[in-house]
């Protein structure tokens, strides 16, 4: 059974870092993109950032460009979101997703077809 | 920025049809995708590439899009439909940056 599980979350202060870790099973991440989505408190998801199957290409909203960074360890089939600086508007629930498109057709992604239940960030001081 | 948007409410009785509408300038070339949202609950995918439905979503569930504008179109609505609904695309050549509409909240009742 494909499964993602997501942790790292945590209260965290305004300017500090966090990272949280996707942890995948039943596929290989190798094989798929992976995204990371985020939802406010009440609000509706955004998404953060993307991330190819060869981690070619990688894309991030204009709202976490150059503070966010998506990545992923073959090895440990897990995906990665290392968040600096971060701000009270970054308090969020944070999905993991997987690319429904199989990596070879293309270095890019695109949708995503299985979701984690997500792990809590607050910033707050 | 690109944005796609959304009617934040429809409302509809059970067996009724809804139709859930996301506008985007970028959707004439652009896939518009569909996800349902329950409350305290993971997205789940009901429509992709415009009107394609994956497996085992109800044939209810029907996607289209034309010109700038998608819909999502439950046909026979029921209760267990009741959710947040959210259109998401890009607007990117290179599919580097994606967005989701503001959402639709759909009450069956």
Request: hydrophobic share 30%.
């Amino acid at each position: 059974e494909v499964e993602l599980v997501e942790s790292g979350g945590g209260l965290v202060q305004p300017g500090r870092s966090l990272r949280l870790t996707c942890a995948a099973s039943g596929f290989n991440i190798n094989g798929y993109g992976m995204h990371w989505v985020r939802q406010a408190p009440g609000k509706g998801l955004e998404w953060v950032s993307g991330i190819s199957w060869k981690s070619g290409s990688v894309g991030y909203a204009d709202s976490v460009q150059g503070r966010f960074t998506i990545s992923r360890d073959i090895a440990k089939n897990s995906l990665f979101l290392q968040m600096n600086s971060l701000r009270a508007e970054d308090t969020a629930l944070y999905f993991c997703a997987k690319d429904a498109v199989p990596g070879p057709m293309s270095d890019s992604f695109y949708y995503m077809d299985v979701w984690g239940k997500g792990t809590t960030v607050t910033v707050s001081s | 920025s690109y944005e796609l948007t959304q009617p934040p409410s429809v409302s509809v009785s059970p067996g009724q049809t809804a139709r859930i509408t996301c506008s985007g300038d970028a959707l004439p070339k652009k896939y518009a995708y569909w996800y349902q949202q329950k409350s305290g609950q993971a997205p789940v995918l009901v429509i992709y590439e415009d009107f394609k439905r994956p497996s085992g979503i109800p044939e209810r569930f029907s996607g289209s899009s034309s010109g700038t504008m998608a819909t999502l179109t439950i046909s026979g609505a029921q209760v267990d439909d009741e959710a947040d609904y959210y259109c998401y695309s890009t607007d990117s050549s290179d599919n580097r940056r994606w967005m989701f509409g503001g959402g639709t909240k759909l009450t069956v009742l």
